[in-house]
């Protein structure tokens, strides 16, 4: 008893209340909120930092791209982050179920779940592959040091040992031969060991999407391992996965730092870091730098992935997620910025060596992390440890986004079923899920399982998560009512939300995610893996899957309007959009004013009732009106 009341009393319950109170002994809850910041750091701070925000800033006008970055941040990603905490710790429901608030609204939560479901498929592939760098460390030379291996090319240019010199002699031989026909050839450009390893060894890249190639089995086994180790680590839910996280979301800074320490150490770090901190302020104009920021912000933090909701579902009913929020967020962000500087210095160090500019020595994507890491890695003492460290770290990084991923579904299929049977087996849904995920990520396993991934990730995960957000948004402070959120709010938390949240949740958010819309699709241009150009048929696809995801939201909303009660459109449109009588604290001592026991949905029904019989009756000349408990805006 003891034990429960400290930990309710770190998981923000109100003192003097019975920790009893707050537990919710029907879906369970996080030990403490240690465990709940601890697992929403990791849930927010994944690859995506590591390999998606350096790319999208040197690719976007280097420091020019945090103008926009941090304005989409204040202005949209915290609000967003503190909206979707506090949605889904007010009713302590996934993603699915809190949408009681506005039934008509449900799509919405599947949209969430089908953006979860694109991302969890091919962000396992990615961890799958730092597990397969992993192991290839396990050696007393990484085979990506040198250029003399069977894969490597003429064009190879390495940094370690005495074979650079000789490399970079026939790299400016070529490159003079090249530049005397450069009006009908391109110049060669050089490659690092570690890119032409990527390339030409691990995936072993065909020349077409639609050329799937061979199942890569080492990539396959790796893959398989993965989803082991994310289902072995959700076994029983939040209770095992909230312990995990104690080491998976803190070590990863360990080695970031050791890796920054050596980065700037090196010759032409210093060029990077400039490069990465310059501003290109002319392309602050361009749209799809701000589309690229609003994306990287919604990806990053997780907003719209139905996460946030699911992981603070599972929070006591008092805890303080406002602080969580703002934690949570800055942590986030400024990771991607620090990873960002080690990514730079490394970068300006092989640019260097190379003998071009900084931005030729990357790769697209997730390239960037298994290209620019491990050829710095050949230049650190004893390489094979420092190598063991870092894709240790990837994998880390990686399967604290997974974990969640993983648990929105689960938890999403548990809530809407709500059986005894469903909730004593879950360990069973996970399973399922689990081996489902499995078996749609193996065709990006393949030798073109690259340019599906990157397919997924520039269109299952962009648009439609800035379209969800902004529709959430206007469900909640419109539909449903600010006023009535903001009482929820302050009922949960103990004071309403600040003002600031209040302007960005009710005009700025909803503004600002709308331009960005519009601004991007105008200025949409066709994805490219380096030289290649995808087909119109895989654009196709493309956009099929990030339709897939909005299109549940106007289909489910004609779906409950069908079904509601009625006599005209008006009418059944108002009933689907007033919140469900079972709206509002999953436990009935947390239900207060208008969410009191004497206001379900029984006791209104016999109030009516009563009604009826006295005015039938006349007794006193007057009917005694009583107000929805839950009213729509």
């Known amino acids: 008893m003891e034990e429960k009341q400290f930990a309710g009393i770190l998981n923000g319950a109100v003192p003097g209340e019975p920790v009893k109170k707050d537990e919710n002994s029907r879906r369970g809850n996080w030990g403490n909120q240690i465990e709940f910041v601890l697992t929403s750091v990791g849930y927010a701070v994944g690859l995506g930092n590591v390999w998606r925000f350096p790319y999208l800033c040197y690719r976007n006008g280097g420091g020019a791209f945090m103008l926009p970055y941090f304005i989409m941040l204040v202005f949209c990603g915290i609000p967003l982050f503190f909206l979707e905490l506090s949605f889904g710790q007010f009713a302590s429901l996934g993603c699915l179920g809190v949408w009681k608030i506005s039934p008509m609204f449900k799509g919405v939560g599947y949209g969430m779940m089908v953006v979860s479901t694109y991302i969890g498929i ?3 592939v990615v961890i799958c592959i730092a597990f397969y760098y992993f192991f290839m460390s396990m050696t007393n030379l990484l085979p990506w040091t040198y250029c003399n291996n069977p894969w490597n090319t003429a064009d190879c240019s390495g940094v370690v040992g005495s074979g650079h010199q000789l490399n970079a002699s026939l790299a400016n031989a070529t490159t003079s031969l090249v530049a005397g026909v450069s009006e009908v050839v391109n110049r060669t450009k050089r490659t690092s060991p570690s890119e032409e390893y990527w390339k030409h060894y691990v995936l072993n890249i065909s020349d077409d999407i639609g ?14 391992v993965s989803w082991c180790v994310v289902f072995l680590c959700l076994i029983k839910g939040v209770k095992s996965s909230g312990k995990v996280v104690y080491f998976t979301a803190t070590f990863p800074y360990v080695v970031l730092t050791i890796l920054f320490i050596r980065g700037i150490t090196l010759d032409g770090a210093i060029n990077g870091i400039k490069y990465y901190l310059t501003p290109q302020w002319q392309k602050v104009l361009d749209a799809k730098v701000w589309g690229d920021a609003a994306s990287q912000i919604f990806y990053s933090l997780g ?33 991607s910025v620090y990873a960002g500087f080690v990514i730079f210095s490394i970068l300006g160090f092989m640019a260097h060596h190379l003998n071009v500019p900084v931005s030729e020595v990357a790769d697209h994507g997730p390239g960037l992390a298994f290209v620019a890491y491990p ?22 990084l990686g399967l604290g986004t997974q974990f969640c991923l993983l648990e929105t579904l689960v938890t999403a299929v548990v809530d809407e079923i709500g059986t005894d049977w469903i909730i004593r087996h879950k360990t069973i849904v996970t399973l ?9 990520g193996v065709p990006l396993t393949t030798q073109a399982g690259i340019y599906w991934l990157l397919l997924m990730d520039n269109y299952a995960a962009s648009f439609s998560l800035v379209i969800i957000s902004c529709i959430m948004c206007i469900c909640i402070m419109y539909i449903y009512g600010h006023r009535n959120y903001f009482k929820d709010v302050e009922m949960m938390l103990g004071f309403p939300p600040p003002l600031f949240f209040k302007v960005c949740w009710r005009f700025i958010s909803p503004v600002i995610i709308s331009f960005i819309l519009i601004f991007t699709v ?46 005209t459109f008006r009418e059944r449109l108002k009933n689907a959009c007033r919140s469900h009588p079972k709206w509002g604290p999953a436990l009935q001592e947390h239900r207060t004013g208008r969410y009191a026991p004497m206001a379900s949905e029984d006791t209104v029904e016999a109030q009516r009732k009563d009604e009826i019989s006295l005015t039938i009756q006349g007794s006193n000349g007057s009917t005694n009106t009583h107000n929805n408990p839950n009213p729509s805006a």
Request: charged share 10%; proline share 6%.
């Open 122 to 124: 091919y962000y396992n």
């Open 211 to 224: 050329n799937f190639g061979e199942v890569r089995l080492p990539i396959l086994g790796c893959l398989a």
């Open 522 to 567: 105008i200025q949409y241009k066709p994805i490219t893996y380096n030289d290649y150009v995808y087909p119109g048929w895989s654009l196709a696809i493309g956009f099929a899957m990030a339709l897939s995801s909005v299109i549940c939201i106007p289909i489910y909303a004609l779906y409950k309007i069908s079904r509601s009660p009625g006599a």
């Open 303 to 335: 907003c719209a992935w139905g996460g946030l909701i699911t992981m603070a579902s599972y929070n006591k009913f008092h805890n303080n997620c406002f602080r969580d929020s703002i934690i949570i967020s800055i942590t986030n962000c400024a990771t």
């Open 432 to 440: 399922t899920v689990a081996i489902a995920g499995f078996l749609l």
């Open 375 to 396: 050829e710095a890695l050949t230049l650190l003492p004893i390489s094979p440890l420092w190598s063991l460290l870092f894709f240790f770290m990837l994998i880390l």
